[in-house]
């Protein structure tokens, strides 16, 4: 019984990490159409700000101060913010109608920002020290589960509320919401779309980055790829979960994460992967839409 | 109020406005006629800026708005109703009328709209998508009335609505008529001369008659000529009676 707790609760904080990256994929695909394959460098380099943040305050070795994690939190968030609005503005901006130059240009701003994290700090792995509390584990019900994983849960938790509540209470909620049912109406209702690309794209962002930290924290180390490694993840889960749902999102990474840890514990350690892309492709024969997303 | 000069408008490779220039008077109903595939719709989406003109020039309120975004357009004062009401049909009724209530709108303007739509004040709650036709129609319209606009583009308020809901939202709009300048798109002829007070007829995307609407609705050959409606009419006409 205790394995089965420490595996489900390792599942959905893997599921919290996927769903912190896809949400903002989801809410970029939803309004603005566009597939952002630089939204795995986003996590990339907020990992990498919170690590910096970090390290300049924590010996080699040790355990970050509480203090020091939530500003390192809050330096992630606002690289991801930035990097992602200077996506959207210098590189998406002029070619919006034009998906397959989005693609390519996303994909070529990914693949340079990560290898720019290569450049500045190499490619080998960096240690991602973590407050003492967070890193010890905590029993529950005979299952040793570190703590970490409770709270990579709990923040997921947290913004998955904090979307909705956005989504359905503020008059940029209501936008988003028209603007991926109808963008030209949107705009025949003298409403700025531009604005709010920039600000979903903004949004994204900045969850990309908050997933960069507590990716960090989960896997007690960073390195370049680990935005890319986990964006192929989150876009299964954004295509499973239906495109432009944030619940179907949170609902499609929790029963990846799940499938992927339990086929990995009870069948075969190389079976979760395999396991996550044929829940992929019967989604897309049964329901192309997604679970919870809307009809296009 | 509103002029169209000489103006050219490309849909891909389909050449739709082919010098099109008309203008509608403050105050009036303006009603604008023309067989399917005329260049009706991509006239009001040229002045909104959706479908941008290429050549030409649309003036607005005195100032040039050929190269202007949309959003900017609209917020001179302009309501638009589409073709096919567009109203997004995953937000409730009163979400949709709230999104189009542009900042520091007059609330009144809210109640007003319930007043002249008592059905959408009921129906606040209920996703916009499961209303019937004349019911999203009321929404559409509901939409463009919420902001106190100098002018509103109707885009064929009657389109695929039963006889009943027509002559409802004929007689939503000639309660607004005089409020605001109105540019109506309508194949309707009994609609179009119950509302209108001016008219211009286009065909293969060009102006071909400007004047009085009682001028076109009295004239079975113009009818006959530019709208192939002539019997259409006079019998919808009748069922509207």
């Excluded at chain 1, 919170?50 to 606002?78: D, E, Q, R, Y």
């Excluded at chain 2, 009328?97 to 129906?123: I, N």
């Amino acid at each position: 019984m205790s394995t089965l707790i420490f595996i489900t609760l390792t599942g959905l904080a893997l599921a919290a990490m996927y769903f912190l990256l896809a949400s903002g994929l989801s809410l970029i695909f939803g309004l603005m159409d566009v597939l952002n394959f630089a939204h795995g460098a986003f996590f990339t380099w907020g990992a990498y700000a919170a690590w910096w943040v970090i390290s300049m305050k924590t010996p080699v070795g040790g355990n970050a101060s509480t203090g020091v994690f939530l500003f390192a939190i809050v330096a992630a968030v606002v690289a991801g913010a930035a990097l992602a609005t200077g996506t959207e503005v210098v590189l998406l901006r002029p070619l919006y109608r034009r998906t397959i130059s989005q693609v390519l240009v996303t994909l070529g701003a990914g693949l340079a920002l990560t290898e720019l994290t290569a450049v500045i700090w190499k490619h080998d792995a960096k240690l991602f020290p973590q407050p003492r509390w967070m890193a010890t584990t905590l029993t529950i019900a005979g299952a040793r589960v570190p703590a970490n994983r409770l709270v990579l849960i709990a923040v997921a938790v947290l913004v998955l509320a904090v979307m909705l509540l956005f989504l359905r209470y503020t008059r940029y909620g209501l936008i988003v919401r028209a603007g991926a049912e109808n963008r030209e109406m949107v705009q025949a209702l003298g409403i700025d779309v531009n604005r709010a690309f920039t600000l979903v794209f903004a949004l994204g962002g900045a969850l990309a980055g908050l997933g960069g930290v507590f990716g960090g924290a989960y896997f007690k180390s960073i390195d370049p790829n680990i935005g890319t490694v986990n964006l192929i993840f989150a876009f299964i889960v954004v295509v499973i979960g239906g495109l432009g749902s944030i619940g179907g999102s949170a609902l499609a990474a929790a029963i990846i994460g799940l499938s992927q840890q339990y086929a990995n514990y009870y069948a075969a350690a190389w079976l979760g992967d395999f396991v996550v892309v044929i829940l992929l492709a019967v989604v897309l024969l049964v329901r192309p839409r997604g679970l919870l997303g809307a009809q296009r | 109020m509103l002029r169209m000069e000489g103006v050219h408008t490309y849909i891909g490779e389909s050449h739709i406005l082919q010098g099109m220039s008309f203008t509608v008077a403050p105050g009036r109903v303006t009603v604008l006629l023309g067989r399917n595939g005329a260049g009706k719709t991509t006239t009001l989406r040229s002045i909104l800026g959706l479908t941008p003109a290429a050549r030409g020039r649309i003036d607005l309120f005195g100032a040039e708005v050929t190269r202007e975004q949309p959003y900017r357009i609209v917020r001179r004062g302009v309501g638009y109703v589409p073709e096919d009401r567009d109203v997004f049909g995953g937000l409730t009724v009163a979400e949709n009328l709230r999104l189009a209530q542009r900042p520091g709108a007059d609330p009144a303007r809210m109640a007003m709209v319930h007043t002249l739509f008592p059905d959408l004040k009921a129906r606040g709650n209920q996703r916009a998508g499961s209303l019937s036709g004349g019911q999203q129609q009321m929404v559409a319209i509901a939409r463009a009335l919420v902001n106190e606009n100098r002018l509103m583009m109707i885009d064929e308020p009657s389109k695929g609505l039963a006889p009943v809901v027509v002559a409802q939202v004929t007689e939503a709009l000639r309660a607004i008529k005089g409020t605001t300048t109105i540019l109506l798109v309508e194949q309707n002829l009994a609609m179009a001369a119950a509302l209108g007070d001016d008219a211009v007829i286009i065909d293969d995307g060009r102006t071909v008659f400007t004047g009085v609407m009682a001028e076109v609705a009295a004239d079975g050959a113009l009818q006959a000529r530019y709208l192939g409606a002539g019997r259409r009419g006079e019998e919808q006409g009748q069922s509207n009676e």
